[in-house]
C-alpha cells in the first residue's frame, strides 16, 4: 500500500524524523490559509498523487510552464496556484500519458538548500536484509544514478539486530556529510531505520535528504509503502489508504478478497495459486500473446468469488479472451465449473473463453461444463490451453 507524501512526513515526524513544517489542503481556500500559518516567507504547495516526477510533470490544457510543485515567494498568490492545480489532471512520467487527478495538496515551508541526497531504506530480498541506499545525486532518479554513474550509490545491509554506530557513520561518511553534522546523521538514520521497523514498512524513500544551509538535515520529500500482510497491525496506516489512487478493478478484488493486477495484454487468466498464475502468464507470452492480468481466486474459492473474479476480467475493455486454468485442491473443480457458468450469464460472455481444470472433482467439473450451455473450449493441460485461447483471440 501506498500513501501521499504528507502522510508519510507526518508519520516520520512522530518517529522523531525531522521534516518540515507543512499541512494537507483539500481546498484553494485551506491552502491559502496553511500558507498563513507557516512562520517561512517562502512556501512549496505540492501536488499530491501517488506518481513521482511531479515537479517535472505538466497539467492537461495548461499551456504554462508550471509543474505539479511550484515555489511561491509572494504568500498571497498560494489561493490562485492552489486553484490552477486542484481538480487538474498531472501528467509526469510516471503516471503515463492518462495522468492523474489532483485531489489534495501539500503546502509546506520553504527550505534554504545546500546539499541534495538521495535515501531510502528498503528490503534486500536476496539477503533477506534491510538495506540502506544512497548516492550524493539527491534530486535524481536512482534509476539514472544507477545506470549512469553506479559507483556513486552507496548500499549498507543491517543485520536482523539493529542499526549501530557503525551503520549510521559507515553511510555518513559514504555520503560526505561534513564531521560536523556526522552526529545529526547518524541519529536521522537511525530513526529513519527504527521507523521502517515500527511501521512495517517495504521501502521508505527520502529524495532528496537535504542539508540546509542552517546545517539542519531534513526529509525535504518523504516516499513509503507498506507491507500488505501486516497492515492488521497498523489500522492506523491502514486509514490513510486513498482510494481515488488505486485502480477500481483492484480495489473490487480487495472486497472480494481476491489477489489482481491488471496488466496491459488481451487475454484475461484465472487461475489458483500464485505460482501457476505467473506459469500461465509466462506461457501466454511463449505462445506469442500478452497477459491482461494477474488474478489469483485462491486456494478456497467459491463460486460467488469466481462469478465476481470474471467481471472483473471483463471490465478491462483490452480482454479479447479468457484463460481459466484451475488446479483444484482445497477448490474443487465443480466448484470453479459452476462459478464460471454464474459468471458467464451474468455478464453476457462475448469473448472467446478457454478452461483448463485439473484435480479435485476434474471429471464432475468437466461434465457440468460440457452440460452447460456456455461457448466455451476446454483444453487438455496448460499448454494446449495457451495455444487455443492464443489462436482464439487472433482470429485463428
Known amino acids: 500500500m501506498n500513501i501521499h507524501e504528507y ?15 507543512g499541512k494537507p489542503a483539500f481546498t484553494p481556500q485551506e491552502a491559502q490559509e496553511v500558507a498563513n500559518e507557516l512562520t517561512t516567507d517562502v512556501v512549496v504547495v505540492k501536488s499530491q498523487i501517488h506518481a513521482g516526477g511531479r515537479g517535472a510533470g505538466r497539467f492537461k490544457d495548461d499551456n504554462s510552464d508550471k509543474g505539479g510543485v511550484r515555489v511561491i515567494f509572494d504568500k498571497s498568490t498560494v489561493l490562485s496556484e492552489a486553484e490552477s492545480m486542484l481538480g487538474k ?46 548516492s550524493q545525486e539527491g534530486g535524481m532518479d536512482i534509476e539514472d544514478v544507477a545506470e549512469k554513474t553506479p559507483e556513486k550509490i552507496i548500499r549498507r545491509h543491517i543485520e536482523i539486530s539493529g542499526i549501530t554506530d557503525s551503520d549510521t557513520k559507515y553511510i555518513a561518511d559514504g555520503l560526505g556529510i561534513p564531521e560536523a553534522l556526522t552526529s545529526q546523521a547518524q541519529e536521522f538514520l537511525s530513526k529513519l531505520y527504527d521507523a521502517y521497523i515500527k511501521l512495517d514498512a517495504e521501502m521508505i524513500e527520502i529524495n532528496p535528504l537535504v542539508i540546509t544551509k542552517q546545517d539542519n538535515i531534513i526529509a525535504l520529500d518523504a516516499k513509503m509503502s507498506f507491507d500488505n500482510n501486516a497492515l492488521y497491525r497498523h489500522k492506523d496506516v491502514a486509514e490513510l489508504k486513498d482510494e481515488t489512487e488505486e485502480d477500481p478493478m483492484e480495489l473490487e478484488a480487495d472486497n472480494w478478497e481476491l489477489n489482481y493486477v491488471k496488466l496491459d495484454g488481451q487475454i484475461g487468466c484465472m487461475v489458483n495459486g500464485a505460482g501457476l498464475a505467473m506459469a500461465t502468464m509466462d506461457i501466454i507470452k511463449l505462445k506469442g500473446s500478452e497477459p491482461a492480468n494477474f488474478l489469483d481466486v485462491g486456494g478456497t474459492a467459491t463460486a460467488e468469488r469466481v462469478a465476481a473474479a470474471f467481471k472483473i476480467i471483463l471490465s478491462d475493455s483490452n480482454v479479447k479472451g479468457i484463460l481459466v486454468n484451475i488446479f483444484g485442491g482445497i477448490v474443487r473443480c465443480d466448484v470453479i465449473a459452476n462459478g464460471i457458468i454464474d459468471a458467464a450469464k451474468q455478464v453476457n460472455l462475448s469473448v472467446p473463453l478457454v ?42
Do not use: W
Not at 502522510?7 to 513544517?21: D, H, I, S, Y
Not at 483448463?356 to 476434474?362: A, I, K, P, S, W
Not at 466455451?376 to 495457451?386: H, I
Open 89 to 134: 489532471i498531472l501528467v509526469t512520467k510516471q503516471t503515463g500519458a492518462d495522468g492523474k487527478q489532483v485531489n489534495r495538496l501539500y503546502v509546506e515551508e520553504g527550505s534554504e538548500i545546500a546539499t541534495e541526497i538521495y535515501l531510502s531504506v528498503l528490503l534486500d530480498r536476496a539477503l533477506g536484509k534491510v538495506m540502506f541506499m544512497c
Open 7 to 21: 502522510q508519510a512526513k507526518q508519520l516520520l515526524k512522530e518517529c522523531g524524523v525531522t521534516v518540515p513544517n
Open 355 to 396: 478452461v483448463r481444470l485439473e484435480g479435485t472433482n476434474v471429471e464432475l467439473g468437466k461434465e457440468i461444463l460440457a452440460n452447460s450451455d456456455i461457448d466455451l473450449t476446454p483444453a487438455d493441460n496448460l499448454e494446449d490451453a495457451a495455444e487455443k485461447i492464443v489462436a482464439l483471440v487472433k482470429g485463428k
